[in-house]
C-alpha cells in the first residue's frame, strides 16, 4: 500500500501562483510514476502532469509552460507548481501514484484525498 497526503490547495486570483505538495509513505517501490489529476465540477477527471521516478515529466497541453511537476526523493515528496492561473484551472486537485507509462491517462492505484483549487479573475 501507498499513501499520499496533500497540501497547498487554497484561493488565487487569476495570474497568481500555488504549489501543491504530495507527500508519500508506504511501499512507495511498488510504483513508477506520480501524477497530479484534477477534477472540474460537471467534468471528468483529467491528467495535468506526471514524473517518473527517473524524472521524466509529462504535461497536458493545457497547462505546458504554466506548471511544473518535480520531485525530491530525499523527502518522498512530489510537488506541482502553477502558475500564470486561470480561472478555468479551479478544480479539485489529486495526487496520484501507480505503475503506469509516463504518457498514460489512466490514473495508478493510489490517491490521494484531494485538495481544492480555486482561481478568481
Known amino acids: 500500500q501507498v499513501q499520499l497526503v496533500e497540501s497547498g490547495g487554497g484561493l488565487v486570483q487569476a495570474g497568481g501562483s500555488l504549489r501543491l505538495s504530495c507527500a508519500t509513505s508506504?511501499?512507495?517501490?511498488?510504483?513508477?510514476?506520480m501524477g497530479w489529476f484534477r477534477q472540474a465540477p460537471g467534468k471528468q477527471r483529467e491528467l495535468v502532469a506526471a514524473?517518473?521516478?527517473?524524472?521524466?515529466?509529462h504535461y497536458a497541453d493545457s497547462v505546458k509552460g504554466r506548471f511544473t511537476i518535480s520531485r525530491d526523493n530525499a523527502k518522498n515528496t512530489v510537488y506541482l507548481q502553477l502558475n500564470s492561473l486561470k480561472p478555468e484551472d479551479t478544480a479539485v486537485y489529486y495526487c496520484?501514484?501507480?505503475?503506469?507509462?509516463?504518457?498514460?491517462?489512466?490514473?495508478?492505484?493510489?490517491w490521494g484525498q484531494g485538495t481544492q483549487v480555486t482561481v478568481s479573475s
Open positions: 508506504g511501499n512507495i517501490f511498488s510504483i513508477n510514476r
Open positions: 514524473i517518473t521516478t527517473s524524472g521524466m515529466t
Open positions: 496520484n501514484a501507480g505503475r503506469r507509462s509516463l504518457y498514460s491517462s489512466s490514473p495508478g492505484d493510489y
